[in-house]
Nanobody
């Protein structure tokens, strides 16, 4: 119904930066919340950051001050600017979006994930 495609992952040295992008496509009437989650090997998937259509943001304590989430509502795209990366940031990063395809028809979609590897 609504598809999410992430891009921008890769390998970077500690202290470096990456910017992830996630573009939503399909039938979208509203998309109140978009966010980023990550999952490291052997660990549970965890929330990294969320942003509402109005611009309100929420961050995990571990990334506050280093990561910035933003979105372009006109393009149905969410971004995650990651600075001062640490090896513990290494994970597969997943984009998530929730909203409605039309009034009353909800969706909750995940992207396929993009690998972020931070070397020490």
């Amino acid at each position: 119904q609504v598809q999410l495609v992430e891009s921008g992952g890769g390998l970077v040295q500690a202290g470096g930066s990456l910017r992830l992008s996630c573009a939503a496509s399909g039938t979208i009437f509203s998309m109140p919340t978009m966010g980023w989650y990550r999952q490291a090997p052997g660990k549970q998937r965890e929330l990294v950051a969320t942003v509402t259509s109005g611009g309100s943001t929420n961050y995990a304590d571990s990334v506050t001050g280093r990561f910035t989430i933003s979105r372009d509502n006109a393009k149905n795209t969410v971004y995650l600017q990651m600075n001062s990366l640490k090896p513990e940031d290494t994970a597969v990063y997943y984009c998530k979006a929730e909203g409605t395809s039309r009034p009353g028809l909800l969706f909750n979609s995940w992207g396929q994930g993009t690998q972020v590897t931070v070397s020490s």
